[in-house]
């Protein structure tokens, strides 16, 4: 064991005027807002350390975020706890299904399954999480996502079904 502590510090912005702003955008609308920085991105994004969002990250139907493992992320046997695979996936798929909602219509998850393929391992390889919506009626939407490096070694598979909020 070491001595040496290890401390993290971040710090988020108000959501309010997302949250506002949510009602009179689409789903992409907002989401390349957060992008170019005209509006405040999801503290959970903080909280994770995920990458900034890129616009381009960004289509209708399609979402990629990015995490780089870091010792923060670890659970007790020394990788990356599953639950920072949960959440990146639900970020990925979730927000695949907003790029697809017109203003004023929102979404919730109703279901996520994933399954860890691989370990991350803190100064491993940045990883993305892709989703990508698979079909949707006016009640509900099915996406699935998927964790992979820059070589497209996947690490992790995820389903998920939304309900939309009309």
């Not at 046997?77 to 990925?92: K, N, P, R, Y």
Request: proline letters at 7%.
């Amino acid at each position: 064991m070491t001595d040496q502590p290890r401390e993290r510090t971040y710090t988020w912005a108000d959501m309010t005027p997302a949250l506002e702003a949510a009602r009179r955008l689409s789903g992409l609308e907002y989401l390349h807002a957060i992008a170019r920085g005209e509006l405040p991105p999801a503290p959970i994004g903080m909280t994770l350390g995920m990458e900034p969002l890129r616009a381009e990250d960004f289509t209708e139907g399609r979402a990629i975020f990015r995490l780089k493992p870091q010792e923060f992320h670890h659970n007790p046997i020394g990788s990356v706890h599953g639950g920072v695979f949960a959440t990146l996936l639900d970020s990925a798929v979730g927000c695949a299904v907003h790029s697809t909602l017109p203003a004023g219509v929102g979404y919730t998850t109703l279901e996520l399954k994933f399954n860890c393929i691989r370990p991350l391992l803190a100064g491993g390889p940045e990883v993305q999480a892709i989703g990508q919506v698979v079909a949707a009626t006016r009640q509900t939407a099915i996406a699935e996502g998927r964790i992979v490096d820059d070589a497209g070694k996947l690490y992790a598979h995820a389903t998920t079904t939304c309900l939309l909020l009309r």
